[in-house]
């Protein structure tokens, strides 16, 4: 009976040990120094996140600002903006389908053939621009779920379904322009003048700047308490508050900067709402953890009960449907509908941007604002060669290299967690 008494007051003893290990633990992971450790033990496992991309912005900003002085001038950034914005929506789409582990071609083609629709059905045919509007985003709908009917029901690669898509949407394009080539949009159009000259009232900038901040902290705060309500580390309120004031001091800078010049552009701020909606709903909602968890291990995502062949759906129709509203900016942007709409570096900036702003290629890994960063960062790179006076073909090599770079950082990262969680 002593020894039973015995064992049971030892057996106790070893539980209040391990509960009390438990509690350091979360107390640790709740200090600042216990948080600075998980993110220094994630580098090391390779989750980088969009530090490279950052670092890299800093970089050529530096570089080109010593070279020139005027890249950083206010309306040649508010310039940048503007540029950015429809590659950048385009980009969007192509992370939906590289968190898939897939691609599309054809982002670049569908493209151009909205800005085409554009200019054949709102000016040559008179339709209310509305309606061209619903009509190019319908087609870019369609087109996004042929892609993925040919992937799920024949189990074509969607390298080749968006390579055939390419030459299919470009044809299309020339064909419906027809032997003009080009068709000129109003000036004075709403359409236009969003693309081209509409920025911000600098009060509501200020006020969107504020934002970003305010909602870190409150919903940091609500996860905060569910997480210690279940005894569960969080971050600690100090460093979030922390975190948001650095957030919302640099937000507030940029507008202020910016309003020095012509001011905050709407389409940019169109661009970083879709980016926000986006980002949402890959991290906040069921279609999200399906995304990553689809991307991730296809199998073992269907065996969880994840409907496959939905998520796949989703991902190419928005995807198609992003590259048309990237298109209908692109137009009111240049202010016209032409045969050269979507061609060129359309696919390349696109692509590039998602990867180098820290998508991964091989699926399961990315986020919403890596088409953001990343596509600051193409722009910033050929709007400074452009002030320098350098030649198209320099800025298609210095953004090849940066891509390769990117996917080499990439690719040794997820060399890196595999062994880590092998370890």
């Given at each position: ?350 692509i590039a941007a998602a990867v180098i702003g820290g998508t991964s290629l091989f699926g399961g890994r990315g986020s919403a604002y890596s088409a953001l960063l990343g596509i600051i960062v193409i722009q910033a790179i050929s709007n400074g060669l452009t002030l320098l006076n350098l030649s198209s073909s ?30």
């Amino acid at each position: 009976m002593s020894q039973k008494m015995s064992k049971d007051l030892v057996g106790q003893a070893k539980a209040g040990q391990a509960l009390d290990r438990s509690d350091e633990r979360v107390k640790h992971n709740d200090s600042i120094g216990g948080v600075v450790s998980a993110f220094v033990d994630r580098v090391r496992a390779g989750d980088l996140g969009m530090l490279p991309v950052a670092v890299g912005l800093v970089v050529i900003s530096t570089v080109f600002s010593i070279l020139n002085p005027v890249f950083l001038a206010p309306n040649n950034l508010v310039n940048l903006l503007f540029d950015c914005a429809t590659v950048g929506i385009i980009s969007l789409g192509i992370v939906c389908v590289l968190l898939l582990g897939e691609i599309d071609l054809s982002v670049g083609s569908m493209s151009g053939l909205a800005s085409a629709m554009i200019g054949v059905l709102w000016v040559n045919s008179g339709l209310p621009i509305a309606v061209a509007i619903i009509a190019a985003l319908a087609t870019g709908a369609v087109v996004g779920a042929l892609y993925a009917a040919l992937y799920n029901r024949l189990g074509m690669p969607s390298f080749v379904a968006t390579l055939a898509g390419l030459l299919a949407l470009l044809g299309l394009q020339l064909y419906i322009l027809g032997p003009t080539g080009s068709i000129n949009l109003p000036y004075a159009s709403p359409l236009v003048r969003f693309g081209q000259i509409m920025v911000m009232p600098d009060w509501m900038s200020y006020v969107f700047a504020l934002l970003p901040g305010l909602l870190m902290v409150t919903v940091g705060a609500v996860v905060a308490r569910r997480r210690k309500a279940v005894n569960l580390s969080s971050q600690p309120l100090g460093l979030l508050t922390a975190k948001a004031a650095a957030l919302t001091l640099a937000l507030e800078f940029a507008a202020y900067y910016l309003n020095l010049g012509r001011g905050v552009p709407w389409m940019f701020g169109l661009f970083v709402a879709l980016a926000v909606v986006l980002n949402y709903a890959l991290t906040r909602t069921k279609w999200g953890r399906s995304m990553f968890a689809v991307g991730g291990n296809r199998e073992a995502a269907r065996r969880s009960g994840i409907n496959v062949r939905r998520i796949y759906m989703s991902a190419f129709v928005l995807c198609s449907t992003l590259a048309t509203l990237g298109g209908i900016l692109s137009a009111s942007r240049l202010a016209s509908s032409s045969q050269q709409a979507g061609t060129g570096d359309v696919n390349l900036n696109a692509i590039a941007a998602a990867v180098i702003g820290g998508t991964s290629l091989f699926g399961g890994r990315g986020s919403a604002y890596s088409a953001l960063l990343g596509i600051i960062v193409i722009q910033a790179i050929s709007n400074g060669l452009t002030l320098l006076n350098l030649s198209s073909s320099l800025r298609y090599m210095i953004t090849g290299a940066v891509l390769a770079i990117a996917v080499i950082v990439d690719s040794l990262a997820r060399r890196s967690r595999v062994s880590h969680g092998r370890a």
